[in-house]
């Protein structure tokens, strides 16, 4: 077995936590590969609509060209309607790909973008900052007066600066929920890891979606969390992600620039606290 470049030792030494799910392996083989000590503390999972009846309605509607224009706020989002499809009406996937192709696709950000790309497609209109604040200021020059609007929603948020702006805009809107985030770890778990971080004993911890954040609010007191976050240096994936840190009053020292994924992710901690 051949020893591996110096480089890639890059957090040699350096413990992070992770509070992913659905990538969870991934992302941390890819912290591993570069010498990081890796605690895995998955906070949610990720789970299709408990009933998909809703869900199936809204794509019969789209199916049907109610809609104009379609935002999608997650690609997970995209994939969870492809998937409710094929386990429920699996006739309706073609028309759905071709209704796709014909309406106006809004995307918040590098992730649905690339489920479109997925199936051969592209955005219309890409928000420059991938949040909601992003998004409207997409489409704050447009006229959106009479258009019919497909919301994708973030797990179940409602979103309502969102549904404020577009029907405040004279736009009518018709949301769907194609997931639900779940609790994972047990507050056990969750605890462990707070009194690790409290003793000095985590590097960094990296979160990578908002559900994560607000578990981790959740399980404890606000003052034991920030006691545990002050000792402990915070990544997050993105901009989202660090606003709902900033909402409990916590900072993300350590974050892409640009794009907004696990490897740039990975690449922000190593510059911040890599071996040269």
């Given amino acids: 077995m051949s020893t591996p470049p110096l480089e890639s030792r890059s957090l040699e030494g350096r413990t992070i936590a992770i509070a992913e799910t659905r ?6 083989a890819m912290l591993e590969r570069r010498g990081a000590a890796v605690v895995r503390c998955p906070l949610v999972s990720i789970l299709d609509a408990p009933d998909p009846a809703p869900v199936l309605r809204w794509i019969q ?14 690609g997970e989002g995209l994939r969870r309607l492809l998937a409710c499809i094929d386990r429920n009406a699996a006739h309706l996937r073609p028309a759905f790909v071709a209704r796709l192709d014909e309406v106006r696709k809004i995307t918040r950000g ?15 209109i890409a928000a420059e900052v991938p949040t909601t604040a992003g998004v409207i200021a997409a489409l704050q020059p447009l006229s959106l007066t009479g258009r019919r609007f497909g919301v994708q929603l973030y797990g179940t948020e409602p979103n309502l600066p969102l549904m404020e702006f577009l029907t405040s805009a004279g736009a009518s809107v018709t949301t769907v929920a194609p997931y639900v985030y779940a609790d994972k770890a047990d507050n056990v778990a969750v605890l462990a890891l707070l009194e690790r971080m409290t003793a000095g004993e985590v590097d960094v911890i990296a979160f990578t979606s908002t559900p994560q954040v607000e578990r981790l609010f959740a399980v404890a007191a606000p003052d034991q969390v920030m006691a545990a976050l002050q ?3 915070i990544a997050a994936v993105g901009p989202v992600v660090a ?5 409990h009053g916590a900072a993300a ?3 892409p620039q640009e794009s907004f994924f696990m490897k740039p992710l990975t690449s922000a901690m190593e510059e911040a606290l890599g071996k040269g």
């Fill in 23 to 28: 990538e969870l392996d991934v992302f941390a």
């Fill in 231 to 233: 000792r402990t240096q």
């Fill in 110 to 124: 590098p992730k649905p973008a690339r489920a479109l790309r997925e199936l051969g497609l592209k955005p219309d």
């Fill in 253 to 255: 020292r350590l974050m």
């Fill in 243 to 247: 606003e709902a840190l900033a909402r």
């Fill in 61 to 74: 509607q789209f199916n049907d060209g109610a809609f104009d224009d379609l935002i999608l706020l997650t």
